[in-house]
């Protein structure tokens, strides 16, 4: 069974910047896309960036492009979002999703994955 556990989350000001780690086990970890998304309060979760192990590719939202690095450590299984920079924003959860389809299309989409992390808070405010 596979479970994914998100830390790293919290309060902090604009311009600075947070480390998000999720951890994941019961699983092959380099088999499985790894990805993070964040959802606002009453709005759509949304892709934030991916890692394919497979396919040899990351890539982030055009939002957070240049500030948001993703990366994964296999000997590990963890993912890490590196986020830099931070916008003043509403409150948002960021969540880890998994998936071990050879195929994940679209990676942006959160229909792609079928495993989720139970999120880590984030706030950005001054």
């Known amino acids: 069974q596979v479970q994914l556990v998100e830390s790293g989350g919290g309060l902090v000001r604009p311009g600075d910047s947070l480390r998000l780690s999720c951890v994941a086990s019961?699983?092959?970890?380099?088999?499985?896309?790894m990805a993070w998304f964040r959802q606002v309060p009453g709005k759509e979760r949304e892709f934030v960036a991916v890692?394919?192990?497979?396919?040899?590719?990351?890539f982030v939202a055009d939002s957070v492009k240049g500030r948001f690095p993703i990366s994964r450590d296999n000997s590990k299984n963890t993912v890490t979002l590196q986020m830099n920079n931070l916008n003043p924003e509403a409150p948002a959860v960021y969540y880890c999703?998994?998936?071990?389809?050879?195929?994940?299309?679209?990676?942006?989409?959160?229909?792609?994955?079928?495993?989720w992390g139970q999120g880590t808070p984030v706030t950005v405010s001054s």
């Open positions: 890692t394919s192990q497979r396919t040899g590719s990351n």
């Open positions: 999703a998994s998936s071990s389809s050879v195929i994940v299309s679209p990676m942006r989409s959160r229909s792609a994955y079928t495993s």
């Open positions: 019961g699983v092959t970890f380099t088999r499985h896309t």
